[in-house]
C-alpha cells in the first residue's frame, strides 16, 4: 500500500512518482492495474466527466460521489481527492470539514489544494484535523477567471520567485507532496530544489520528482486536441466511435446478436 510517508520518502529515493487522475471504478481499475502511485480524484472532473468548460462549478458533493467510487476498488495507490472552489477559501473550519467529507464519506486517503502562502490557513486546519495534504502552484485551474484563462505562469522573474515561495509556505506548513502545473522547467527545477516534499509536475517538464496526467487525456478519451505537454498513448475517443459505429452497423444489418449471443 502506497502510505503518505512513503509517497513522501521518495523525494531522495526510487524512480519518479507516477499519479494518474481517476473519477470512477473502471478509471481507478485500469490506473491500479498498470501500477501507478497513487490516484488523483481531480476536479478535472468538472471538464472531462461533467462536460463542464471548467473547473468552478465542481461541489464538495461531486467530489465525495466520484471519490467513492475510486475508493471501492483502489487496491495499492494513494488515494487523494481534490477540494472543490469555494470549499476552503472562506474559514479554516470550512476547509476542515469539507476536507474531513472527502476522508470519511469519500474515502480518500489526503486532499489536494490550490494556492500557496495565502491558503496556509487552510492548509494548517485540515492538517490539524490529522489529514494529510498536498499543494498545487503555478497555473491553477480554480484561478482561471482571475489569471484570464489558463495561461502558464512564472514566466517573469517576479512571478517565479512568488511560485517558489509560495511552495516554501506550503511546505512549512506541512503539505506532503505540491502539484506544479504550468510553469517553465527551470521554475519546476528552482521549487523541487528549494523544498522538501516530492514535487509533481504536468505542463512543468522533467525536472519534478513526479508527474501527473489527466486520464483522458493520455489515453486521448476526450475528442478535440489535447494540451500540447500531453503525451498521448492511445486514442481511444476514436477506438470508441469505431466499436460503437460497428454494432450499430450489426444491429442494423441483423448480424447482431447472432444465435449464441444471449444469456
Ligand atoms: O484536477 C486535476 O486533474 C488536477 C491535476 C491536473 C493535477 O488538479
Known amino acids: 500500500m502506497v502510505t503518505v510517508p512513503k509517497f513522501t520518502q521518495r523525494k531522495s529515493a526510487g524512480p519518479p512518482l507516477v499519479v494518474l487522475t481517476a473519477y470512477d471504478a473502471p478509471t481507478a481499475q485500469a490506473a491500479e492495474a498498470a501500477g501507478v502511485d497513487a490516484l488523483l480524484v481531480g476536479d478535472s472532473l468538472g471538464n472531462v466527466i461533467l462536460g463542464e468548460r471548467d473547473t468552478m462549478r465542481v461541489t464538495v458533493d461531486d467530489m465525495v460521489h466520484h471519490t467513492r467510487a475510486v475508493s471501492r476498488v483502489r487496491e495499492r495507490a494513494l488515494l487523494i481527492a481534490d477540494m472543490p472552489w469555494m470549499s476552503y477559501h472562506l474559514t479554516p473550519a470550512e476547509a476542515a470539514s469539507n476536507a474531513a467529507r472527502l476522508i470519511r464519506e469519500g474515502g480518500a486517503d489526503a486532499v489536494k489544494l490550490e494556492g500557496g502562502e495565502n491558503r496556509v490557513d487552510a492548509v494548517r486546519a485540515i492538517l490539524d484535523c490529522e489529514i494529510p495534504v498536498m499543494g498545487h502552484v503555478g497555473l491553477t485551474p480554480q484561478s482561471v477567471l482571475a489569471m484570464g484563462g489558463f495561461k502558464v505562469q512564472g514566466r517573469s522573474e517576479e512571478q517565479a520567485d512568488r511560485i517558489v515561495e509560495d511552495a516554501r509556505a506550503l511546505t512549512d506548513a ?66 470508441s466511435v469505431d466499436a460503437i459505429r460497428h454494432w450499430a452497423t450489426d444491429v442494423r444489418d441483423g448480424t447482431f446478436p447472432g444465435p449464441d449471443e444471449t444469456y
Open 174 to 239: 506541512g503539505v506532503f507532496s505540491i502539484v506544479l502545473e504550468g510553469i517553465p522547467v527551470e521554475v519546476a527545477r528552482r521549487v523541487t530544489d528549494a523544498v522538501s516534499v516530492p514535487t509533481i509536475g504536468i505542463g512543468a517538464g522533467h525536472a519534478c520528482d513526479g508527474q501527473v496526467l489527466v486520464y483522458h487525456d493520455l489515453l486521448g478519451l476526450s475528442p478535440g486536441k489535447s494540451p500540447k505537454f500531453v503525451r498521448r498513448y492511445a486514442q481511444l475517443f476514436e477506438a
